[in-house]
């Protein structure tokens, strides 16, 4: 059984002409050998835009990727979806199958979202691209999607004292999107940026300090 505390200070930063991304593991030259992958997550990156910045046309192939807008308007195009505009509190949902091509840009200021990559060997009905919008109840974990067999992802907004459950699982990743946590027996107090890692560990309950939005992964291996 592990914790492992992930501090904002301790991600990998890259800065471009109106765009920062903060990677939580090894990307590209930004290379850590002891941070390649946590399960099936190979990405975990916080990208915050700038109006009509982002990423031009680009491929992936043998992955699903989830995108959770924090603010602004996130603007999808590709092979798959076509236009999307995806806002604050939807979700994206890329399933890339043998390859795809597409680009991401912000369509409005200080665009900001959390976007991971779960890597699959399985067999789908091939790429697509579909925008989740979940009835988030406050205070509590809501499951937003699961888009792999085994791999689940929450987001709890949580108020001032407000406390929730993390899922029992063989992996969760904890993101604290906003807000801060309480001090509690795992650690400090965590603030934005920061994450809890936890292996093969019972479920542990987290408080939020400020008004907080949560970002969970729950992983079955």
């Not at 109106?18 to 941070?35: E, I, K, M, V």
């Amino acid at each position: 059984m592990t914790v492992e505390i992930r501090r904002a200070s301790a991600r990998l930063t890259e800065r471009a002409p109106g765009r920062a991304t903060h990677h939580s593991l090894s990307f590209g030259p930004h290379l850590d050998p002891d941070r390649l992958r946590f399960g099936p997550m190979v990405c975990h990156d916080d990208h915050l835009l700038a109006d009509g910045q982002g990423f031009p046309e680009h491929g992936h192939s043998g992955l699903v990727i989830v995108s959770w807008v924090v603010s602004g308007a996130l603007v999808h195009a590709g092979t798959v979806g076509g236009d999307v505009v995806v806002a604050p509190g939807q979700a994206a949902v890329l399933r890339t199958g043998d390859g795809v091509e597409h680009s991401e840009h912000a369509g409005a200021p200080r665009t900001r979202f959390v976007q991971v990559w779960l890597a699959t060997d399985a067999d789908d009905d091939g790429p697509s691209y579909d925008v989740v919008e979940p009835a988030l109840v406050p205070g509590a974990l809501t499951e937003v999607v699961a888009p792999l067999p085994g791999a689940r992802f929450s987001v709890a907004r949580l108020g001032i004292g407000e406390t929730v459950a993390l899922p029992e699982a063989a992996r969760v990743h904890a993101y604290v999107a906003t807000g801060a946590l309480t001090r509690s027996s795992l650690a400090e107090p965590l603030a934005s940026g920061d994450a809890f890692e936890l292996t093969d560990h019972p479920s542990v309950s987290v408080t939020a300090a400020v008004p907080t939005e949560l970002l969970v992964w729950a992983f079955d291996a």
